[in-house]
């Protein structure tokens, strides 16, 4: 079963604080996305990174795709309370075109 | 601002009724996903249409769901006969422009439909 494991699960941080939130796989992806998603709402996609070693940066969050592709990570820094919810990585792995969501990582930055 | 939309956005149901969830993707988009959400398995894929086309539906019981869309502007998901095991967040997704299998889609989901089978 190719799955994309997410650490961690649950994490609760003061304002101001910086944070990594991981996902990793121990098959290949084609590419990760990364989404939030607040509570009654659907995901909404974040970045797409797509090449190796590949990083992008949103603002306060930095994302890296694994030079191997089968992991990836999100750094906040400075985390702030509008960055509470839950973070999503996403991906087809190589050689299919089926989308596996990753297990989550639920985040509460508190005031 | 266009947006996808869902309803109902809330539905309680007693075992074995029959369970309806509709979609209207956003306008042009000719990619609609179906997905499930529970606390114990997360976000999963049900079914997923091209130009109005089935493509995959290998993520969603075929003894009792099946998918459709009418037309360009509506997607169904409907569940007969319902089982509490069903209880969960539905979720459409639409999409536009490069291939899905590339893996740089964009979807952009709809509010859930938010079902509690008795």
């Known amino acids: 079963t190719q799955l994309l494991e997410q650490s961690p699960q649950f994490l609760s941080i003061q304002e101001g604080e910086n944070l990594t939130v991981y996902c990793n796989s121990s098959s290949v992806f084609s590419s990760l996305q990364w989404y939030r998603q607040e509570p009654g709402e659907g995901p909404v996609l974040l970045v797409t990174?797509?090449?190796?070693?590949e990083v992008k940066k949103l603002k306060r969050l930095t994302f890296q795709f694994g030079d191997a592709r089968k992991d990836s990570s999100l750094h906040i820094t400075a985390a702030q309370p509008g960055d509470t919810g839950l973070y999503l990585c996403a991906g087809p792995p190589s050689g299919t075109y089926k989308y596996i969501f990753g297990t989550g990582t639920r985040l509460k930055v508190l005031a | 601002d266009a947006r996808v939309t869902q309803t109902p956005r809330h539905k309680v149901t007693e075992m074995g009724q029959e369970v309806t969830m509709r979609c209207q993707p956003i306008l042009g988009h000719n990619t609609v996903f179906w997905y499930r959400q529970t606390m114990m398995q997360g976000l999963e894929l049900l079914a997923y249409?091209?130009?109005?086309?089935?493509?995959?539906d290998s993520g969603m019981p075929k003894d009792r769901f099946s998918a459709e869309m009418p037309d360009a502007t509506l997607a169904t998901l409907k569940i007969q006969p319902s089982e509490p095991r069903d209880s969960a967040v539905y979720f459409c997704?639409?999409?536009?422009?490069?291939?899905?299998?590339?893996?740089?889609?964009?979807?952009?989901f709809g509010p859930g439909t938010r079902l509690l089978v008795l």
């Open positions: 990174v797509v090449t190796g070693g």
């Open positions: 997704a639409s999409g536009s422009g490069t291939p899905w299998a590339s893996g740089r889609e964009t979807q952009y």
């Open positions: 249409f091209r130009n109005r086309a089935p493509l995959d």
